[in-house]
Each structure stands twice: as C-alpha cells, then as structure tokens.
C-alpha cells in the first residue's frame, strides 16, 4: 500500500470515528455507579481520537489508524455493554440484541 493510500484509509477512519463522536451518549444514569465507567470510556475513546489526529496532521496512517481503531474500540465496547448508545445506528455501532 502506498502512502497516498495510506493517509486516504486513515482519513476515512478518522471521518468514521468523528460521525461516531457525534452520536456517543452516555446511556446509564447519572446517579448510577457505571455512570462513572461510562465517562472512562468516553475519555478514553477522546484521548485516542485526539492521538490519531496528531498522527494524520504528521503525516503517519498507520499510527493514526492505530490509535483511531483502539478509540473505536472503546466506543464500540461501550454501545456493547449498553453504558453507551449509539442513537440505534447499527452502521456504525455493534449493539447487543
């Protein structure tokens, strides 16, 4: 893969994890003791976002697409566990049935 097709693979991912940010909500009460799980995954899912950012403005796709994928996971595992929600969209989000 050359690295023109590298950084296309990463902005596409980068693009993907962004619409997901703007869907993530948290889905647990504020009172309840996951609440404060829910907030950690979301944290994290931010930290790794901002990391792959940082990478793509640098001009390195595999880092980016490591670390976009590691914020995904966050998000995706969040929407599993129904601490998160994905507003239903099961395009973007593994939601468990």
């Known amino acids: ?3 023109n097709e590298l950084m296309a693979r990463a902005e596409k ?3 993907l994890e962004e619409e997901a940010l703007l869907l993530i909500r948290i889905a647990v009460p504020a009172d309840s ?3 404060i799980i829910a907030e ?3 944290k994290m899912a931010h930290d790794y976002y901002s990391d792959a950012k940082s990478f793509f403005n640098k001009g390195d796709g595999l880092n980016c697409i490591s670390a976009v994928n590691y914020s995904y996971g966050w998000l995706d595992a969040g929407v599993r566990l129904g601490i ?3 507003s239903g969209d099961h395009r973007l989000f593994v939601h468990y049935k």
């Open 1 to 3: 893969m050359s690295q």
């Open 84 to 86: 998160l929600t994905g």
């Open 13 to 15: 991912y980068i693009n």
């Open 33 to 35: 003791a996951l609440y």
């Open 40 to 42: 950690d995954f979301l």
